[in-house]
């Protein structure tokens, strides 16, 4: 599916601000309309920020798309039935 492909996009990045304005970019070359809004999805209250950034300039969120994930590989741990502490406390924190 190409970005941008409903118009109005928000783009939520916690450390790569340049990759986050080159997905803006791309999608408003497509058309679209978006912006780059800095949240750590792991804390409730930016999650909330971020959503309050998105009602500015669009009025109300229609889609949702989560694709954050936490990934470790540990050697030592892989042919263990239980996830790492990292995947553990990620889990718990949703």
Known sequence: ??????????VNYRS??????KVVADIRADGGRAIAVR??????AEVQALFDEAKKPFGKVDILVNNAG????????????CP???????ALRL
């Open 1 to 10: 599916m190409p970005v941008g492909i409903f118009g109005k996009d928000i």
């Open 16 to 21: 790569s601000k340049e990759g986050a304005d």
């Open 39 to 44: 949240a750590d999805v792991g804390k409730y």
């Open 70 to 81: 936490v990934y470790r590989f540990d050697p030592t741990r892989a042919k263990r039935s």
């Open 84 to 90: 790492s502490p990292v995947l553990y406390h990620a």
